[in-house]
């Protein structure tokens, strides 16, 4: 995890500033049906669960480390009564690295909340310039009212794309997702000899594999890992299918929230593949 944290270099938000002081990932801007026009599109509520889950997981590893931290400090002193150095000194540089990280961690949580200040506070003002552009809609058409209207719907774009910006500077932070592939499980549905392709997409990222139930009941997959970038949108995607010689029969597809996996401890996943959960995917998702 300690590889996802922010650089030391990175600087704090204000107003106006928003876009100049990030290094960004790009924006969620999408192509309407106007040729060369583009939809910028953030999600408060979404953005808001993935905030939360990310600071939870961020204080469970700076607790572990700082439990860490405690107990070698307690080592540290008792080595030091009874003088093996070398012992002593290496207890030391642990104790140091420890401390190193946890500065990092609390550096780390520092940023993301300051990131999603900015973004809440990107939130009202849109929010209010949007009720103020309402209300001017209904009022009287003059020069004066038609000059503010286009002032606030300038405001409202404004502060629509600073959320974008701020919504790709927090998806560089979210970390990584590292998926084990655990096996299909159906009893009865499972045969030696069947052959399964297993599909997972993130977004744009994929990761297809094969595999096979061998005649102990054991299964061989050719793929058992694959590291997935978290976002702030999408949700993983499976999808199973049934190899039959050329032919290819579709088990079932599922969607699966990544919410739950910023957390220290590896995920055990069960998903139902089919309806009736005749056929389960198990996977592993550590953070």
Same mark, same amino acid.
């Given at each position: 995890?300690?590889?996802?944290? =922010? ?28 040729? /060369? ?6 999600? %408060? ?11 939870? /997981? ?12 405690? *107990?070698?400090?307690?080592? +540290? ?9 070398? =012992? ?18 609390? *550096? &780390? ?26 209300? =001017?809609?209904?009022? %009287? ?8 209207? !286009?002032? !606030? ?11 974008? *910006? ?6 560089? +932070? !979210?970390?990584?997702? +590292? ?10 549905? !499972?045969?030696? /000899? ?33 590291? =997935?970038?978290?976002?702030? &949108? ?6 199973? $299918? ?5 032919? $290819? ?11 739950? *996996?910023?957390? $220290?401890? %590896? ?9 009736? /959960? ?10």
């Amino acid at each position: 995890f300690s590889e996802i944290l =922010f650089s030391p270099h990175s600087k704090s938000l204000s107003r106006g500033s928003v876009r100049s002081r990030m290094s960004l990932k790009p924006p969620k801007a999408y192509n309407s049906l106007q040729k /060369g026009a583009l939809i910028w599109d953030p999600k %408060p509520l979404q953005v808001k669960k993935i905030f939360e889950a990310l600071k939870k /997981g961020l204080n469970e590893y700076l607790e572990a480390h700082q439990a860490e931290l405690d *107990f070698l400090s307690e080592r +540290h002193k008792d080595t030091k009564r009874n003088s093996r150095l070398a =012992f002593y000194y290496d207890l030391d540089k642990q104790i140091r690295s420890v401390e190193r990280y946890i500065r990092k961690l609390e *550096f &780390h949580i520092s940023k993301v909340e300051e990131l999603y200040e900015a973004y809440c506070i990107q939130c009202r003002l849109r929010d209010g310039a949007t009720n103020m552009k309402q209300a =001017f809609s209904l009022s %009287p058409a003059t020069k004066a009212s038609r000059d503010s209207l !286009l002032e !606030l719907y300038r405001n409202v774009q404004e502060c629509t794309e600073d959320m974008c *910006f701020i919504e790709g500077a927090l998806e560089v +932070h !979210l970390g990584e997702f +590292h998926v084990r592939m655990k096996g299909l499980v159906g009893f009865a549905r !499972l045969c030696p /000899g069947d052959q399964y392709e297993v599909f997972v997409r993130l977004g744009r990222q994929k990761w297809r594999l094969k595999g096979k139930i061998e005649t102990d009941d054991s299964q061989t997959w050719d793929e058992e890992e694959k590291i =997935f970038i978290p976002n702030l &949108h999408e949700k993983f995607e499976i999808k199973v $299918t049934e190899l039959r010689g050329l032919a $290819t029969i579709l088990v079932g597809v599922v969607t699966c929230d990544s919410i739950n *996996f910023f957390t $220290t401890k %590896p995920q055990a996943i069960l998903v139902d593949i089919t309806e009736l /959960g005749t056929i389960k995917l198990r996977l592993e998702v550590l953070w």
